[in-house]
């Protein structure tokens, strides 16, 4: 069988592809392979399976992206991430996150989380929150030399903070 | 306690009902959690699964929303047969099924919550509800998380939410499903059209097991992809809404093939009875691909008053484990053996369903509009 891009080579690599129920058969050259990027059919099977259709060009972009980085913390690589799918720990998506997106926007309605939050992230967030939101109030009423109000602030301040 | 003594028995299993149970056979809903500090499973080494082990077991075993009486084992513990038992009733994944130690599970008495741990993730917990009730089990395993979140802290970032050993679980950690039985739509040939359109709209639809499966007996799993980006409400309003659809297609698909082709379906349907109850060696696959057009014959009324628990309970017990766990000698059998015990069990099980009444379809199409 001939290559069917140079049209001149022995086709050694076989790939067949099943896409919206349509079934396409690339028959190419080791050369031709290469250039497409069919040299690592498996790779690609395994990420499409995956992640779905799509997804394993965006990987192969991602893992190039984020270069030859290893989590501190597992030890995962980027070899390992774009092998396996998967990624090694929690701090990995830090790691990672550099070209995650683009592989999260193939696969996700969205790349932000939208959705349950855990309640001890809630608390600190309000937390946070509710201290900003004091701060700003008595920098404008020291701005508008409102002094009572900036004392009662200060006080809310001070025991806000030794609640937490 | 072994699991096949925990377990409540298929015949009485399959009595539970819920709404819309002639289509929806069950609903799932799927949270995957893991810990902060401790690698996933897929890629910790032993003392790590261990660790995680060690700290998500007691905290699952002593939830109050699981109540009292729960099972539990550490998967190396259990046997092949009861791990495939467990698969058998989509208690558990088959990937669960293939761990050992640092893995386990814990499921509750009703067997409507189940949790896995070291699974892919830290943590798989599903709640599981007869017929279409999609809220009802969200609700169920919300509150489970919520619990939980009092007693460990999981692995969770602002902007991507929960997160989980593969991307695609990411954000909610969300996989809300439901097993539906359409065997119109395969008879009517519409059902490539229906998984299309499905696929379309994101959504999965798969086989009897999940992931990589046959649909066999007619059955077929509809579940989310997308996880992150979408709130859990939204992701099961939405499922609901292509389920009450899928649903309408399959009861027109069953209208319209009575009406049009009443001897192909009487013959699915008869010839499916006449082997059930007359073989004297079944294979699994080709019991349930039968079992399927005798639950039809149940839905439109050829069987008189069969009630289709009894057909689901045939269904599951024509299944490996089920079978082998079922034979009163408890010898291991070959498969050649099984299938003549699967065939007896048959025999047996369809002596109590009367002969299909043609009437009950040729009749209902005389009559002006039943409905």
Redesign the interface.
């Known amino acids: 069988m001939v290559c069917q891009f140079c049209k001149s080579k022995e086709a050694t690599v076989h790939v067949t592809e099943i896409a919206?129920?349509k079934v396409k058969k690339v028959d190419a050259c080791a050369v031709c392979a290469k250039e497409k990027n069919y040299n690592d059919p498996a790779a690609f099977a395994i990420a499409d399976h995956?992640?779905?259709l799509g997804a394993a060009q965006k990987m192969e972009e991602a893992s190039e992206a984020v270069g030859a980085l290893s989590c501190d913390?597992?030890g995962?690589t980027q070899a390992?991430f774009k092998k396996?799918?998967?990624?090694?720990?929690?701090r990995c998506?830090?790691i990672f996150s550099e070209g995650?997106d683009s592989?999260?926007k193939t696969?996700?309605?969205?790349?932000?989380?939208?959705?349950?939050?855990?309640?001890?992230?809630k608390r600190a967030a309000s937390g946070v929150q509710r201290l900003q939101r004091l701060n700003r109030d008595l920098q404008k009423a020291v701005a508008q030399e409102d002094f009572e109000t900036a004392a009662r602030l200060r006080d809310e301040i001070k025991a806000f903070k030794a609640s937490e | 306690m072994s699991i096949l003594e925990f377990l409540i028995p298929a015949s009485e299993a399959c009595l539970r009902g819920g709404p819309n149970d002639r289509i929806v056979l069950s609903s799932r809903v799927r949270l995957a959690r893991?810990l902060?500090?401790?690698?996933?499973p897929?890629?910790?080494k032993k003392a790590d699964r261990l660790r995680a082990f060690e700290t998500l077991m007691p905290a699952v075993k002593s939830l109050p929303q699981l109540g009292g009486d729960i099972f539990y084992e550490s998967m190396d513990r259990l046997p092949a047969l009861d791990k495939q038992l467990l698969v058998e009733r989509h208690l558990i994944s088959r990937e669960h099924a293939a761990k050992n130690a640092g893995s386990g599970i814990v499921l509750n008495r009703q067997e409507d919550l189940c949790v896995m741990v070291n699974e892919?993730d830290h943590l798989r917990m599903q709640a599981l509800r007869p017929g279409l009730q999609l809220r009802q089990a969200w609700t169920a395993i919300?509150a489970v998380?919520?619990a939980l979140?009092?007693r460990v802290?999981?692995?969770?970032?602002?902007?991507?939410?929960?997160?989980t050993?593969?991307?695609?679980n990411?954000?909610?950690g969300?996989r809300v499903s439901a097993m539906l039985h359409l065997p119109g739509l395969v008879l009517a040939e519409q059902i490539?059209q229906i998984i299309?359109a499905v696929n379309k709209l994101?959504l999965a639809v798969r086989g009897l097991y999940g992931e990589g499966t046959e649909a066999l007996g007619n059955v077929f799993q509809v579940s989310n992809?997308?996880?992150?980006?979408?709130?859990?409400g939204e992701i099961v309003e939405r499922i609901n809404k292509v389920l009450l659809q899928i649903i309408e297609h399959e009861e027109n698909a069953r209208l319209s093939q009575m009406e049009k082709k009443p001897a192909v379906l009487l013959n699915h349907i008869g010839r499916a009875y006449g082997v059930l109850s007359n073989s004297w060696s079944i294979s699994s696959k080709e019991a349930m691909n039968l079992v399927s057009f005798l639950r039809l014959g149940v839905d439109l009324g050829v069987f008189g008053p069969t009630p289709k628990s009894l057909t689901d309970e045939l269904f599951l017990r024509s299944q490996p484990a089920h079978l082998q766990l079922a034979h009163p000698l408890r010898e291991k059998l070959g498969s050649d053996e099984r299938d003549l015990f699967r065939a007896q069990m048959l025999r047996e099980r369809t002596a109590i369903i009367p002969k299909p009444d043609p009437q009950a379809l040729l009749g209902r199409r005389d009559k002006e509009s039943p409905e």
């Open positions: 919206d129920n995956l992640l779905g913390q597992c995962y390992d396996s799918g998967r990624l090694g720990c929690a998506y830090d995650l592989v999260l696969m996700h309605k969205d790349t932000r989380h939208r959705g349950k939050v855990p309640v001890s992230v | 893991n902060t500090n401790v690698p996933f897929s890629h910790s892919e919300d998380d919520s979140q009092e802290e999981f692995a969770f970032a602002e902007r991507y939410g929960f997160l050993a593969c991307p695609t990411l954000g909610t969300i490539n299309q994101g992809q997308m996880t992150l980006g979408e709130p859990e």
